[in-house]
C-alpha cells in the first residue's frame, strides 16, 4: 500500500510537473502566435510601403521631367514679357524720331517703322508670365512634396525593416 501511495505521489509530481511545462508551452505559444501576426502585419505594412514607394518613384520622376520642360516654358515667357517691354520702349523712342535727323541707336536718317505702329502687348505678357510663375511655383511645391513623402517612406521601410528582423532574432 505504500509503494502504491508513493507511486502515486510520484505521479502526481509528474502530472504537475508536466502541467507547469505544459502552461509555458501554451504561454509561449500564445507568445510565438503574437509575434508570428505582428510579423505578418509588419510584412503586409511594408509590402504597401512599397508599393507606394514605387508609385511616388514614378511621380517624381514625371515631375522632373515636366520640370524641365516647364522651365523652358517659363523661360520664353519671361523673355516675350522682356522682349515686349523693349518694344514698348523702342515705341517710345521712335515717336520722337524726326524724317532726316539721325536715330541715336543706330544713327539712320530715313524711319521707316515710325509711320507704322507697333503696338506692344506688355501688359498681356506680364500676365501670362506672372502666371507661368505661379504654376511654376505649385510645381515646385508638389516636387518637394513629393520628395518629403518619399523621405518618410523610406524611413519608414527602414524602421519596419530593423523592426522586423529584431523580432526574428528573438
Do not use: M
Amino acid at each position: 500500500r505504500q509503494d502504491l501511495l508513493e507511486n502515486l505521489s510520484r505521479e502526481i509530481e509528474t502530472l504537475a510537473e508536466q502541467y507547469k511545462n505544459f502552461s509555458r508551452l501554451s504561454a509561449l505559444n500564445e507568445d510565438y502566435r503574437a509575434i508570428l501576426s505582428e510579423q505578418t502585419g509588419l510584412e503586409r505594412r511594408l509590402d504597401d510601403l512599397r508599393q507606394e514607394e514605387l508609385g511616388l518613384d514614378k511621380s517624381l520622376l514625371s515631375a522632373f521631367e515636366e520640370a524641365e520642360d516647364w522651365e523652358r516654358q517659363l523661360d520664353y515667357r519671361r523673355e516675350v514679357y522682356n522682349q515686349q517691354l523693349r518694344l514698348a520702349n523702342y515705341e517710345k523712342d521712335r515717336a520722337n524720331l524726326k524724317e532726316g535727323d539721325p536715330c541715336p541707336l543706330c544713327l539712320a536718317t530715313h524711319h521707316p517703322f515710325r509711320l507704322h505702329e507697333v503696338k506692344p502687348f506688355v501688359d498681356e505678357a506680364k500676365q501670362d508670365f506672372e502666371q507661368a510663375e505661379k504654376e511654376n511655383r505649385r510645381r515646385q511645391k508638389l516636387r518637394s512634396d513629393l520628395l518629403s513623402r518619399h523621405f518618410e517612406i523610406g524611413t519608414r521601410i527602414r524602421q519596419i525593416e530593423q523592426t522586423g528582423s529584431g523580432e526574428l532574432d528573438k
